[in-house]
C-alpha cells in the first residue's frame, strides 16, 4: 500500500513538472550575464550582507510576473491590449522602446555570449565573428516561431545553469552562520547602488511582460489555467533566487574573503573563471564558463523570441488588426520582421563605435520601462478590465507600490549612468 502511495506521488510531482514551462523561460531569458555580474560584484564587496536584496527582488518579480500573467488568464488580452486601455501614451512609450531597445539588446547579447566562447577557444575565431554566430543560432531556432522548441531549449540551458552556478557556490563553501545573518535588511555604507541593482536585476525586464505571451503559445489562455501559472512562475522564479544566491556566495567566499579583484562589466564572468582555474583546477574554470554561456544564450534565445511577438501583438494592435490576424502571430509577418530587426542592424552595431544617440536612447528608455510595468499592472489589475475575483488584493497593491518606488528609484540611477555615461 504504501509502495502503492509513494508511486502514485511520483507520478503527481512528475505530472506538477510537466506543467512548468513559460515560467522557466520567462526565468531563463531574464537572467542573463548582467544580473550575474550586478550579484558577483556585490558579494565581492559587501559579502553576505546583500543576501536579503536578493531575496526581496525574486520576491517582486514573482508578483510582477503573476500580475502579467493573471491578467492574461482573467482577460484573455495581452498585456499590450491592457495598455491600451490606459490610453494612446502607452503606445508612444512602447512603440519607440521596443524599436530602440532591439537593435542596442541585441549586440549585446551577441557579444555577451560570444565573450565566453573567446576564452574557451582562445585559438579560434575573434569576439565578431562568435557574436554573429550566436546572432544567427539565435536568429534560425526562433524563425519559425515554435514555442515547444523554445521551451526544451531554455530548460537545457536553465539545467546547465543550475550546475555550473551552484556548483560553483558549494565549492566554494558558504558561511552559512553569515547567510543567516545577510538576511536582516541593512544598506551597508557607500553599498546603496549595489543594493538596487541586485534587488531590482534578478531576472528581467521588458521580458517579464513577455511572460503572457509564453502562456498563449503553451495553450493557457482561461483562468482554469491560473492555479498553474502561479506554480509555474513561483517555481521558475525561486530557482532564479537560487541562481543568484549562488553567484553571491561565490562572490563572497572567492573574492570578498581573498581580496581579489575580477574587473568589470561581462570580463567579470571571466575574471571568475581564471580564478576558479586557479583554485580547483582548469576543469571547473572552463565548466563555469560553459554556463556562463548558457546564461547570456538563452536570455538571447527567449528574446528573440518572446520580444518578437511582444512587437507582432504591439504593431497589429495599433493597426486596429483582430487579435486573431495571423501576422500578429509566431510565425507571422510582424514578428518575423522582429526577430530581423533583433538580428541584422544589430551586427552593424558591433563593428561601430558607441553609437552615442542610440545608447542614450536605450538608456533612457529602459529606465522607465520597470516602473511602467509595476505601475500599469496597478492600473489594470485594481479597475473593471479585470473580473472582480481576479483583481488585486491589499497585498498585491502593498507589493506592487513598493515595487514602483524601488523600480522608480533604480530608474533614476540607469537614467544618470546612461547621461554621465555619454556626456
Known sequence: ????????????VRARWKLVGPGLVVAGTGVGAGDLVATLTAGSKFGYALLWAVVLG??????????????TLATGRTIFQGWQTLGRWTGWYFGPYIVIWGVVYGATAMSSSALPLVALFPDGPDLKVWAIAMGLAGFALVWLGRYGLVEKLMATFVGIMFTTVVGAAILATPNLPEMVGGLAPRIPEGGLVNTLAVAGGVGGTITLAAYGYWLREKGWSTPGWMRVMRLDNSMAYVMTGIFVVAMLVVGAELLYSSNIAVGTGDRALIGLSDVLDDRYGEFFGKLFLFGFWASSFSSLLGVWHGVSLMFADYLGTSRGLDKDDPRMHARGTYYRAYVLWLTFPSMALLFLDEPVAVILAYGVLGSIFMPFLALTLLGLLNTDRVPREWRNGLLGNVVLSICAVMFIAVGANELYKAVTGVF
Open 58 to 71: 525574486t520576491l517582486f518579480k514573482i508578483a510582477l510576473v503573476e500580475g502579467a500573467g493573471r491578467f
Open 1 to 12: 500500500m504504501n509502495d502503492h502511495g509513494g508511486e502514485q506521488e511520483a507520478r503527481q
